[in-house]
């Protein structure tokens, strides 16, 4: 059975950082490319980053390019966003799921999301 | 980026009723539309891709279709369990964007 199991949201402060685990298993993770999509309170889906099987490749939204990375770690079946210069506008659920690549276009399956929440 | 608009925002029904969401694209995107649903505090399932291919597990009553700017998903018989909030998502360019998503309600 697939399973993601995203880590490491809270409350963190404006300006602060926080790093987004994603525990990938059920699945041969080095072999599909993986995004982050997150969802704020009541709000609708926003996707926020992608990065291909090997990490070659990688895809931001303009709202958190140049504040926030994503990267991988194939052999620990793992997907990181490492968050930084927090806003309020990027208090979200944060959900990891693969896809967006040329053999699966869509989003498919998700985890089941950790809530980050920027405030002082 | 492309906009996706999709219609109602809302929508009352009755269990039995045939519903159908509407998503429109701001410019043409072929056949890559993908179509969510959400349930209140779980994460987005997958119901179709390409347009009007079923994922696997999703009932048959779950039905779209369209192609270039203008797309459909339809409920034939709506079900208890079908009462939640529908997204349709564009995949034919970066960044992939979403419809503001309809909310589907019991009457």
């Known amino acids: 059975e697939v399973q993601l199991v995203e880590s490491g949201g809270g409350l963190v402060q404006p300006g602060g950082s926080l790093r987004l685990s994603c525990a990938a298993s059920?699945?041969?993770?080095?072999?599909?490319?993986m995004n982050w999509v997150r969802q704020a309170p009541g709000k609708g889906l926003e996707w926020v980053s992608y990065?291909?099987?090997?990490?070659?490749?990688?895809y931001y939204a303009d709202s958190v390019k140049g504040r926030f990375t994503i990267s991988r770690d194939n052999a620990k079946n793992s997907l990181y966003l490492q968050m930084n210069s927090l806003r309020a506008e990027d208090t979200a659920v944060y959900y990891c799921?693969?896809?967006?690549?040329?053999?699966?276009?869509?989003?498919?399956?998700w985890g089941q999301g950790t809530l980050v929440t920027v405030s002082s | 980026d492309i906009q996706m608009t999709q219609s109602p925002s809302s929508l009352s029904a009755s269990v039995g009723d045939r519903v159908t969401i509407t998503c429109r694209a701001s410019q043409s995107i072929s056949s890559y539309l993908n179509w969510y649903q959400q349930k209140p505090g779980k994460a987005p399932k997958l119901l179709i891709y390409a347009a009007s291919s079923l994922q696997s597990g999703v009932p048959s009553r779950f039905s779209g279709s369209g192609s270039g700017t203008d797309f459909t998903l339809t409920i034939s018989s709506l079900q208890p369990e079908d009462f939640a909030t529908y997204y349709c998502?564009?995949?034919?360019?970066?960044?992939?964007?979403f419809g503001q998503g309809t909310r589907l309600e019991i009457k």
């Open positions: 998502q564009q995949s034919y360019s970066t960044p992939p964007t």
């Open positions: 990065i291909s099987s090997s990490s070659s490749t990688i």
């Open positions: 799921a693969p896809g967006y690549s040329s053999s699966s276009d869509w989003f498919d399956p």
């Open positions: 059920g699945f041969t993770f080095s072999s599909y490319s």
